[in-house]
C-alpha cells in the first residue's frame, strides 16, 4: 500500500514522539475515586489516570506525559503514558483501516529495531481505533510500547503506554481504564 508522504511523515512524527515521550497548555485535574480526570481544552481531549501518577505538560511533542509512581529505589523504568494531539492533513482524513498497514510500515522503517508484535482494531468511546503492541530495546532495556491511534474529523490522537519488557500484563487493567477513559471534547 503506497501511503502518501504527507502521511508518511506525519506518522513518522508521532512514532517518534510517543516513543521518546513527550507537551500541552491546558490542563485540569479533577478527583474521581480512584482516578483522576485531565482535561486538555486546547486539543479538546480528557483522559483518567491514576491517582498516584504524575503528569507533565512541559515536555516537547506531546500534549501530556504521565508517570507512575517509583515502586521502590531499585525501580529501574518510570512507566508512563503520552497523549499526542495532532491535526490530521487532508490526505489522512479517511477511515483509520486505510492507513493501518502504512502506519505499521512506517514504525518499522522509522524505529530501526523495532517489532511490532501485534495490531487490533478496537472501539474507544465509539470512536474507531488502532492498537499497536511493539517491543524494542533501548539504552540496553528491553521495553514494551502499546500505542493506540484515534482519529476524527480532521484531529488524530495518539495515546501511548511504554513499561519495561514482560510488565504489561501487571499495567494491562490500569491502562484498559485510561485508554478507555479518552474522550474527544466537541
Same mark, same amino acid.
Given at each position: 500500500m503506497d501511503i502518501p508522504r504527507h502521511l508518511r511523515i506525519l506518522i513518522q512524527s508521532l512514532l517518534v514522539v510517543s516513543?521518546?515521550?513527550g507537551c500541552s497548555q491546558t490542563k485540569i485535574a479533577e478527583e474521581t475515586n480512584e482516578f483522576l480526570k485531565y482535561e486538555d481544552k486546547n486539543n479538546k481531549f480528557t483522559i483518567s489516570y491514576p491517582k498516584d501518577w504524575t503528569f507533565d505538560t512541559m515536555q516537547k511533542n506531546v500534549s501530556v506525559l504521565?508517570?507512575?509512581?517509583n515502586e521502590s529505589e531499585q525501580d529501574v523504568y518510570t512507566e508512563n503514558i503520552?497523549?499526542?494531539a495532532f491535526a490530521l492533513p487532508a490526505e489522512? #482524513?479517511?477511515p483509520l483501516e486505510n492507513n493501518k498497514d502504512g502506519m505499521i510500515e512506517t514504525i518499522k522503517k522509522q524505529t530501526p529495531g523495532i517489532e511490532v508484535l501485534n495490531?487490533?482494531?478496537i472501539t474507544i468511546n465509539e470512536l474507531p481505533a488502532l492498537q499497536i503492541l511493539l517491543r524494542e530495546k533501548r539504552d540496553n532495556v528491553d521495553l514494551t510500547h502499546q500505542m493506540t491511534v484515534v482519529f476524527k474529523g480532521e484531529m488524530g490522537y495518539v495515546l501511548g503506554f511504554t513499561c519495561l519488557?514482560?510488565?504489561?500484563d501487571k499495567y494491562s487493567s490500569t491502562i484498559d481504564k485510561v485508554t478507555n477513559s479518552f474522550? #474527544?471534547?466537541n
Open positions: 516513543l521518546l515521550l504521565f508517570y507512575s509512581p503520552t497523549v499526542k489522512a #482524513i479517511s495490531s487490533s482494531n519488557d514482560g510488565d504489561l474522550k #474527544i471534547l
